[in-house]
């Protein structure tokens, strides 16, 4: 054999052993700038400076205890890949020696679904087995040794679209994938039991992701979701998002957790995108049509966390949840550079328990002054049901240091506020970057990407976090430090007036 087609073997022989040689982003190996893998691509100008957030990782692993899994993402950051990884593994058992996630110790039957038949054979298809032609076979992270036969292929009016394939398993089983198609209708996603559905992007309708899902209650299946939020705030983002359910996990990555993603490329790609898809192209962030309420960039406002200084003063903001989530935002205020930052936040859904709430509010600075709305001021049945008592009351009885007044602008004015000014303070002080989150408050960063108007409205739901944030900016004249024996005496009303 001539050393060409010697080379050439080889090289095949190399893309057909894909599923060996895949390390999750987050595996200690791809981190910047230590890991092995990095130094070598990056030494080749295959791979950027990245956050070294490990989004891929914490997906496979997040499988081991929820059903369902989401990973929301910007375009071209790696979403395919994790779920075409992990369904070649359930596929072959052949899991690697420090996978920490789900495992099937049998054969499975998979489902895929895809947005159209062309979509099915460029991504899902190319995935998992690569072409169908005898040299791109086994070229995706199933390796040609594994493959049974030849795929079944769709009658479908579009060339080498698959609509099965059959695997070895190392049981010594057969596992076996369907591919299905959005296209087809919900109807199509009925019948059989599935042990795996990975649906990559967003289905039209919800009822596909119903049906999917109550396929798995018989075989205690697995979930995976991948997909770029083009279609907005739909009731599957929103199924995620704001479910409180365990066995329930959503994750995201943008652009900046994908080393594979050059700088330069990305700047090039951000120039040519509609402002109105930018969001979600490059962050994941759910487009929201009309009027989203906070347009400063995410990433101008987002900061790492730090060790908060002594003397910058501290106050909490709390959202009571009477009926949605409870929630709590804690703020602490550089008033040397008037810049407030947003630190930790809070939230929890369901039955009201103002004791664990409180143990969460006061850790691990019972001292901190806390802000409340004015409904906190409503009287419920005390423990003995012979009285009333205010849920502000409540609070103070289990030691968390509320303030004695609702939040309010103006001290002589409780009662329900405006939310606009306070809307309009929050940003513009984003604008003069005189307003940072810390990037571990991701409830609070959910919500505000979230807000927005419909109808020439503010959609004022699922803003929990928010909210409480907004009480705790708007009392933030009774903030005070660690090192203060009484509250600071309040100063002029501290919200703007400028839009």
């Known amino acids: 054999m001539e050393l060409k087609e010697v080379l050439k073997h080889l090289e095949a022989r190399i893309a057909q052993r894909k599923l060996y040689t895949h390390l999750p982003y987050g595996h200690k190996d791809t981190l910047c700038p230590d890991g092995a893998m990095w130094k070598e691509k990056h030494a080749l100008g295959e791979w950027d400076e990245w956050s070294n957030k490990p989004w891929q990782l914490d997906f496979h692993e997040a499988g081991k205890d929820n059903q369902e899994r989401l990973i929301v993402c910007a375009n071209r950051v790696g979403k395919s890949e994790s779920g075409g990884y992990e369904t070649a593994l359930h596929m072959t058992g052949d899991y690697p020696d420090d996978w920490n996630g789900k495992r099937f110790d049998q054969p499975v039957l998979v489902w895929t679904g895809s947005p159209t038949n062309e979509t099915s054979r460029d991504i ?26 030849k795929p079944k292929m769709r009658q479908a009016g579009v060339s080498d679209v698959v609509d099965g394939f059959k695997v070895k398993h190392v ?47 018989t075989s205690h299946g697995i979930m995976m979701v991948t997909f770029t939020p ?33 700088k330069s490329e990305r700047e090039r790609m951000m120039r040519s995108y509609p402002q109105h898809e930018l969001q979600a192209r490059t962050m ?47 703020i602490a205020i550089d008033r040397d550079s008037d810049i407030i930052y947003l630190y930790d936040d809070y939230r929890k859904k369901g039955e009201i328990n103002l004791a664990f709430h409180a143990e969460k509010i006061k850790q691990p600075s019972p001292w901190i002054p806390v802000s409340w709305p004015h409904d906190g001021a409503k009287r419920s049945p005390s423990a003995s049901g012979k009285e009333t008592i ?30 606009w000014p306070i809307i309009e303070e929050i940003m513009e002080r984003e604008r003069s970057g005189r307003f940072k989150v810390f990037s571990t408050c991701t409830s609070y960063l959910e919500e505000r990407r979230n807000y927005h108007m419909k109808d020439g409205k503010l959609v004022d739901k699922r803003d929990d976090t928010l909210k409480a944030c907004f009480y705790a900016v708007m009392m933030r004249r ?10 600071r005496r309040p100063t002029a009303p501290c919200f703007s007036t400028r839009v």
């Not at 400063?296 to 909490?316: A, G, K, L, M, Q």
Request: charge should be negative; proline fraction near 6%; hydrophobic fraction near 30%.
């Open 124 to 149: 899902v298809q190319k995935s998992l087995i690569g072409g169908t032609s005898k040299d791109e076979l086994g070229t995706g992270f199933i390796p040609r040794e594994k493959i049974i036969g």
């Open 171 to 217: 049981s010594g089983g057969t596992s076996t994938c369907i591919l299905k198609t959005y296209e087809q209708g919900w109807r199509k996603w009925q019948g059989t039991e599935p042990h795996i559905v990975w649906l990559d992007e967003e289905p039209d309708h919800f009822r596909i992701y119903t049906e999917s899902l109550t396929r798995l209650l």
């Open 230 to 262: 083009l279609l907005g705030q739909t009731e599957l983002v929103r199924h995620f998002q704001h479910s409180e359910n365990e066995g329930v996990w959503v994750g995201t990555a943008t652009w900046e957790d994908a080393p594979h993603l050059l």
């Open 284 to 330: 994941g962030v759910p487009m929201m049509g009309e009027g989203a309420i906070f347009t400063t960039s995410e990433d101008d406002i987002r900061v790492d966390p730090f060790e908060i200084p002594h003397y910058f003063t501290r106050i909490n903001g709390i959202d009571f949840g009477l009926d949605h989530p409870f929630a709590c935002a804690k």
């Open 390 to 419: 205010s849920l502000s009351k409540k609070m103070r009885g289990l030691g968390v240091n509320m303030l004695s007044k609702s939040a309010r602008y103006e001290n002589d004015k409780g009662g329900p506020q405006p939310v």
């Open 478 to 487: 009774y903030a005070k430090t660690s090192q203060a024996k009484t509250p």
